[in-house]
C-alpha cells in the first residue's frame, strides 16, 4: 500500500476511521472471534497512527482539519453494543432452534448415523451449533451469542439433514441417551 502523503489521503482516511468507530460503538460488529471493544480500540489505533503519520510528513499548518478531532478513548475490551438486544436475539434463536421439527427429528436420529458416513460431520456441526449457543448463553459470551442471532441460516441445512435421516435405508430406531435424559429429566437416574 502506498505511503500517504497528501492531504487529502488522510483526511479520507481519518474520516473513515471516525465513521467506523462511531459506527461499531453505536451498533457493533460482526466479528465472529473478537468483541466489539477490541475492534474500537483497533480503529482507534489507525486513528492514532494517521495522525502521527501527519505529524511526520506534513509541515504544521497544513494539517487537515479532522486531525483535530479529538481522538476516541480506549474501550474495555470487552464492550459489546447491543449488549441486550444480541442477549434477547440469542434467547429467541435457541428456542427457534429447539422448537424446529427438523432440529428435533435430527436429535433423535443421528445416533443412527455411523462414523464413515458422509454427513455426519455436517450434520454434527448443526447440533453443536445449539448446544454451542446453549453455553454461550449460559457464560455470558456475547460474541458467540452475535454469531447466532439469526438462526434462519441454519434452517434450509437442518430441513436438508432431516431429509437425508428420512430417507435413509435400513435406519433404526434408536433412543439416544440425550432423549432418555429429555424424558427422565425429574427423574435421578442410576447407574
Partial sequence: ????????????????????????????????????????????????????????????????????????????RDYMARADEIRQHAKTALETYKANPDYQFIRRHISSLRPKDERLASITRLMNTVSGLEEAIKHGDLVTMRWYENPARDMESMASAAEYLRERPNKE???????????????????
Avoid at 49 to 59: L, S, V
Avoid at 62 to 68: A, E, F, K, T
Wanted: charged share 35%.
Fill in 1 to 76: 500500500m502506498p505511503k500517504k502523503t497528501k492531504q487529502k489521503d488522510f483526511e479520507a482516511a481519518l474520516k473513515e476511521s471516525f465513521n467506523r468507530w462511531e459506527n461499531l460503538y453505536q451498533y457493533g460488529g460482526s466479528d465472529p472471534f473478537w468483541s466489539d471493544g477490541c475492534n474500537l480500540n483497533l480503529v482507534r489505533n489507525h486513528i492514532l497512527n494517521d495522525k502521527r503519520e501527519i505529524t511526520e510528513t506534513m509541515p504544521a499548518g497544513q494539517y487537515p482539519d479532522i486531525y483535530y478531532r479529538e481522538t476516541p478513548p480506549e474501550v474495555d
Fill in 173 to 191: 430406531e434408536q433412543i439416544s441417551l440425550f432423549d432418555y435424559a429429555d424424558e427422565n429429566d425429574d427423574e435421578e437416574m442410576e447407574w
